[in-house]
């Protein structure tokens, strides 16, 4: 089993519409968790942090389930400029280990 | 204002050469990091320094040297380049906020290997 996992996408979804990416990690000593966007030919950006108690920053939503090991980004109201690549990535504790996802890709299309 | 910045940004070679790619970051943070991103965009760590130290060595060729002069700068050296070492190469850096290590990347150098 892959340490972080994924929806394979690609997700291709109208304006306006709500989509949800979910991520699944294996390792149950994992300490923080995130979620970047990668736009094609350029960097990974954070995009939010993950709390025990889901957080919230505008039309994106971020839920945490320790017992399930699961990720979760909801995307409300999609935007255009949404499309890109969404990179789950999971912290798992030991030094400065960051581990990624394979992403999920989303495009938004009018 | 660049946070994280590496040069060069493209950098094409022949096989067998050696090769250099540079990264600093102006963000006072105490940890680099070096990613490689492949051609199926898997992002794998490669090096991780804190305060100049090696804290990650994950399973890369030995070919691949990273070397830090001081905590804003973290260097990678390719001996030997082959083939297969083509790929987008991340720096990035990181601190800790609110309890969590938060990474900021570079925007990454293009190697093509011919």
């Known amino acids: 089993r892959k340490e972080v996992e994924q929806d394979p996408g690609p997700f291709n979804v109208p304006e306006g519409a709500t989509v949800a990416f979910n991520c699944t990690y294996s390792n149950s000593a994992s300490q923080s968790f995130f979620w970047y966007r990668q736009d094609c030919r350029k960097e990974p950006k954070l995009l939010m942090s993950?709390?025990?108690s889901g957080n919230e920053d505008g039309r994106f939503t971020a839920q945490l389930n320790r017992a399930s090991q699961y990720i979760s980004l909801l995307i409300r109201d999609s935007k255009l400029s949404d499309s890109a690549t969404y990179l789950c990535?999971?912290?798992?504790?030991?030094?400065?280990?960051?581990?990624f996802g394979p992403g999920t890709r989303l495009s938004v299309l009018p | 204002d660049t946070a994280v910045s590496q040069t060069p940004k493209y950098l094409v070679t022949q096989m067998g050469n050696d090769k250099s790619i540079k990264c600093e970051q102006n963000?006072?943070?105490?940890?680099m990091y070096w990613y490689k991103q492949d051609s199926k965009k898997f992002l794998k760590i490669m090096f991780s320094?804190?305060?100049?130290?090696?804290?990650i060595n994950e399973t890369v060729p030995n070919r691949f040297s990273p070397k830090s002069p001081d905590k804003a700068h973290l260097n990678l050296h390719i001996n030997s380049l082959e083939l297969g070492d083509s790929a987008v190469y991340f720096c990035?850096?990181?601190?800790?906020?609110?309890?969590?290590?938060?990474?900021?990347f570079g925007p990454g150098t293009r190697l093509l290997v011919l």
């Open positions: 990535v999971v912290n798992q504790g030991y030094g400065q280990n960051f581990v």
């Open positions: 963000l006072g943070h105490d940890t």
């Open positions: 320094y804190n305060n100049k130290e090696l804290i």
């Open positions: 990035a850096s990181s601190h800790n906020a609110g309890g969590r290590e938060t990474q900021y």
């Open positions: 993950v709390y025990s």
